[in-house]
């Protein structure tokens, strides 16, 4: 079984910052891609940031310049580092990772999500 643990969502006030982490644990294989999605509530949830195998980064428009995604391979944790958060930022953050594991003499691709983090920008 595979697991995705977030944590530090909170209050901020608007120009303010919050780094969210989200560590992968279990019978992992590979992971070959995380990311960030958010979801506010009456609204579809809608990708944020996201890090592939290969390095490359993805960033929703509204949020290029204000946010950093990263990892750490060695404790297979990613990272979603917000500055200068709006109000409009305001919502529910979850943790997202494709990751392969092994079934018994092959592997199997699957996809994981975090319980989600609550973020709420607010004066």
């Known amino acids: 079984q595979v697991q995705l643990v977030e944590s530090g969502g909170g209050l901020v006030q608007p120009g303010g910052s919050l780094r969210l982490s989200c560590a992968a644990s279990g019978s992992i294989f590979s992971i070959n891609a995380m990311g960030w999605y958010r979801q506010a509530p009456g609204k579809q949830r809608d990708l944020v940031a996201a890090i592939t195998s290969g390095g490359s980064t993805n960033y929703a428009d509204s949020v290029k310049g204000r946010f950093t995604i990263s990892r750490d391979n060695a404790k297979n944790t990613v990272y979603l580092q917000m500055n200068s958060l709006k109000p409009e930022d305001t919502a529910v953050y979850y943790c997202?990772?494709?990751?392969?594991?092994?079934?018994?003499?092959?592997?199997?691709?699957?996809?994981?999500w975090g319980q989600g983090t609550q973020v709420t920008v607010s004066s």
């Open positions: 997202h990772a494709d990751i392969t594991i092994v079934l018994l003499s092959t592997t199997v691709d699957a996809s994981y």
